[in-house]
């Protein structure tokens, strides 16, 4: 099991960058696939990025590629979002969420995910 938690959000400028970081706590955070979602006020929870348990392959919802990197360090039991180049409509609730390798490299959908955090604002002013 695994107990995750956000942290970084806050409230930026246009143009500016935000690390979201996400710590694990449990054994087996190396296994799992870690992704970050955002959802929007009236919106659904979607996808922004992914990426594989050791950390060589990365997913990328296409708005955010180019600007937002995610990465991971399995030795801290961490995950992160490295955005770049803030839009307003990047604004929203991020979340990280974890799953096992039970779909493989299907990344997408929310409801793969077994594990999530909390949440953590992020506001982008214009």
């Known amino acids: 099991q695994l107990l995750l938690v956000e942290s970084g959000g806050g409230l930026v400028q246009a143009g500016d960058s935000l690390r979201l970081s996400c710590a694990a706590s449990?054994?087996?955070?190396?296994?799992?696939?870690m992704g970050w979602f955002r959802q929007a006020p009236g919106k659904s929870r979607a996808i922004v990025a992914a990426i594989t348990p050791p950390g060589r392959n990365t997913y990328y919802e296409d708005s955010t590629k180019g600007r937002f990197t995610i990465s991971r360090d399995n030795a801290k039991n961490t995950v992160y979002l490295q955005m770049h180049s803030l839009k307003p409509e990047d604004t929203a609730v991020y979340y990280c969420?974890?799953?096992?390798?039970?779909?493989?490299?299907?990344?997408?959908?929310?409801?793969?995910?077994?594990?999530w955090g909390q949440g953590t604002q992020v506001t982008v002013s214009s």
């Open positions: 449990g054994r087996t955070f190396s296994r799992h696939y």
């Open positions: 969420a974890a799953k096992s390798s039970y779909h493989g490299d299907y990344v997408n959908p929310s409801w793969v995910y077994d594990y």
